[in-house]
């Protein structure tokens, strides 16, 4: 039968070939690691880009948009799919992570990850705090609402004493640096960890679910840039060069906790942190543009002792500032065009309050993702080097 007559004589067809081309086994290995590592460099090479493209992007808008609770969104943005990517690579080549030195690497990454957490629970109270400061908006709002009733002085001094007791708040945030609560709630996170075990309390590293009072975010951001450096040839080429996407997500995190902490109000917060961007990066150049747009903004008389850079910010303050001037004018029996100026004040207010209220929920939504993926990817990558250090 045609199917037994070549069964003696029958080889495999990657036998077959090989003899055909007389590539011997050590070669084939040989171009299969090739293979595997040109997949590599390019994969990584692609992350490399896909970074540079992200922050060009964000550095690139107008100055309307700038430090926006919306910009502010396409950066948190920005910052997960960046470490999506981040983890993809983590993931194919898992089987390197215990290798020495990109062990060590990985681990000082959970390392500033962690610490990275603590920021993301103050500037979540930051972002209570801007809800304290509507809250008293609302009170103004409400009281110089014509349409529902006449108003009157009653309604006038209600009004006063609101703007005046938001404008106290925010003295008192830039005068105190005071957190909105002496304990974060982690977003609800009820942690297991062991090293809350191990830790001595009023340490500024406060693992994540608490922050004491002598908690600095100036200081966490500090910590986190220090010893932040690129790495060198020999650990490239030491570690297939994956020391290179563990520098550039450690950077980047970094980088974006530092915009965070220039925009939102946090305790003690500040933007003289000493760091270097690194410009032999292809997204050293838009992370320095970046940089240079924020403190420019820092800069500007109106900005100086701001509670943070965020732009609904600045509004809120314009805001209180203009209605408090105005109202401490107004006499009564209240003349016309006063009442004209007061009702278009309202407006102007009413759409920096509903602006800013909006732009808030999104924005908290999305920093409690950011601190979600932040400890998803800590928890997958400590498996993988354990997994790699039982195997060895």
């Known amino acids: 039968m045609p199917s037994t007559d070549h069964q003696g004589s029958s080889v495999p067809v990657a036998s077959f070939r090989r ?26 090479e692609s992350f490399q880009k896909k970074v540079s493209s992200r922050f060009h992007d964000l550095s690139a808008v107008t100055t309307d948009e700038f430090l926006s609770a919306t910009w502010m969104q396409k950066l948190l943005d920005a910052f997960l799919a960046c470490q999506e990517d981040f983890r993809v690579t983590l993931c194919k080549n898992r089987a390197h992570l215990s290798k020495t030195p990109l062990d060590r690497l990985v681990s000082e990454f959970f390392e500033r990850s962690i610490k990275a957490l603590d920021i993301c629970n ?5 972002i209570e705090k801007i809800r304290l400061w509507l809250k ?26 609101a703007l005046m007791d938001s404008a106290l708040v925010m003295l008192d945030e ?25 830790h001595q309390p009023g340490h500024s590293r406060s693992l994540s679910w608490s922050v004491s009072r002598s908690w600095s975010a100036a200081k966490q951001l500090q910590s986190l ?32 906790l530092w915009i965070l902490v220039a925009v939102i109000p946090c305790q003690d917060r500040s933007l003289q942190i000493h760091f270097s961007i690194p410009r032999q990066y292809s997204w050293g150049t838009a992370l320095l543009l970046l940089h240079d747009r924020i403190m420019d903004e820092s800069k500007k008389r109106d900005r100086r002792n701001s509670n943070g ?3 609904e910010i600045y509004q ?77």
């Not at 005068?175 to 090293?195: L, Q, Y």
């Not at 006499?331 to 602006?355: D, I, S, T, W």
Request: charged fraction near 25%; proline fraction near 2%; aromatic fraction near 6%.
């Open 19 to 44: 003899s055909i081309l007389g590539i011997s086994s050590d070669q084939v290995h040989s171009m299969d690691t090739n293979h595997d590592s040109d997949d590599r460099d390019s994969q990584l």
């Open 122 to 126: 103050a500037t979540r109270d930051g």
């Open 136 to 161: 008293h908006l609302e009170i103004v709002l409400c009281a110089l609402d014509s349409q529902k009733k006449m108003i009157g002085e009653g309604q006038f001094r209600r009004a006063r004493k």
């Open 174 to 198: 830039k005068e105190t640096g005071s957190a909105f609560s002496n304990r974060n709630r982690s977003f609800g996170r009820h942690s297991t960890s062991k090293d809350h075990h191990h």
């Open 225 to 256: 840039a220090n010893n932040l450096v690129s790495p060198r040839g020999n650990e490239i080429v030491a570690t297939n060069g994956l020391a290179v996407p563990v520098f550039t997500m450690s950077y980047v995190l970094m980088f974006v």
């Open 309 to 311: 850079l965020l732009k």
């Open 316 to 392: 809120i303050e314009k805001c209180i500032a203009h209605m408090t001037d105005l109202l401490d004018s107004i006499q009564f029996p209240l003349a016309e065009e006063r009442k004209e100026e007061v009702e278009k004040g309202v407006q102007e207010l009413a759409l920096v309050f509903y602006a800013s209220k909006n732009g808030l929920d999104p924005l908290e939504q999305e920093l409690r993702e950011v601190f979600r993926k932040i400890m998803s990817l800590r928890t997958e990558g400590l498996e993988f080097l354990n997994r790699g250090n039982s195997a060895g």
